[in-house]
T-cell receptor
Framework: DAGVIQSPRHEVTEMGQEVTLRCKPISGHDYLFWYRQTMMRGLELLIYFNNNVPIDDSGMPEDRFSAKMPNASFSTLKIQPSEPRDSAVYFC??????????????FGEGSRLTVL | SQQGEEDPQALSIQEGENATMNCSYKTSINNLQWYRQNSGRGLVHLILIRSNEREKHSGRLRVTLDTSKKSSSLLITASRAADTASYFCAPSRGGGADGLTFGKGTHLIIQP
């Protein structure tokens, strides 16, 4: 398998523009996670899905952020409108949940977003 | 889910030396995972230790878990330049199923 695939790898946009980040999880994985990483705040869990259903979106910072998972092989994280403080690296990760509460996360290489 | 706190925040050692980093957490867990992040890359899973295990080995990695002290340690033996990275712990009750959260990590630098 090619691993978790994220696109774009880099995005530079202007304040107020809509940003869409994409993620293709590993085939067969039933969990998908979106994280945001900044120097100041570290790695933050934004939202995660199980079998395409959002389980916990309490980490989504504002209504400007939304995430969808229309099928098992694709997810999007959208920011509309974008602001400079949204500049960060956004990671997608997927997991196949094992028994007894195990399960390791497989991360993509991230999407580096710069909002001017 | 709960977040672990890694200590120290930064560690610089000479190549060939051993590196030890620690993780503390607050509530009971079922397992604890360690991840590595190389600069500009995504996190990579290193090892998982269950709450009923005290020690686990994987290659040059040794992880210990003390549930009474709510702490874990990661030892990297015979360090190499390629071990330069940030290391994160992720304590959990439900594995990734309850959403793993991460602290700021330990930034390890291996000096040649």
């Amino acid at each position: 398998d090619a691993g978790v695939i994220q696109s774009p790898r880099h995005e530079v946009t202007e304040m107020g523009q809509e940003v869409t980040l994409r993620c293709k999880p590993i085939s067969g994985h039933d969990y998908l996670f979106w994280y945001r990483q900044t120097m100041m705040r570290g790695l933050e869990l934004l939202i995660y899905f199980n079998n395409n259903v959002p389980i916990d979106d309490s980490g989504m910072p504002e209504d400007r952020f939304s995430a969808k998972m229309p099928n098992a092989s694709f997810s999007t994280l959208k920011i509309q409108p974008s602001e400079p403080r949204d500049s960060a690296v956004y990671f997608c990760a997927s997991m196949a949940y094992g028994g007894a509460g195990t399960g390791e996360l497989f991360f993509g290489e991230g999407s580096r977003l710069t909002v001017l | 889910s709960q977040q672990g706190e890694e200590d120290p925040q930064a560690l610089s050692i000479q190549e060939g030396e051993n590196a030890t980093m620690n993780c503390s957490y607050k509530t009971s867990i079922n397992n604890l995972q360690w991840y590595r992040q190389n600069s500009g890359r995504g996190l990579v899973h290193l090892i998982l230790i269950r709450s009923n295990e005290r020690e686990k080995h994987s290659g040059r990695l040794r992880v210990t878990l003390d549930t009474s002290k709510k702490s874990s340690s990661l030892l990297i033996t015979a360090s190499r330049a390629a071990d330069t990275a940030s290391y994160f712990c992720a304590p959990s009750r439900g594995g990734g199923a309850d959403g793993l959260t991460f602290g700021k990590g330990t930034h390890l630098i291996i000096q040649p």
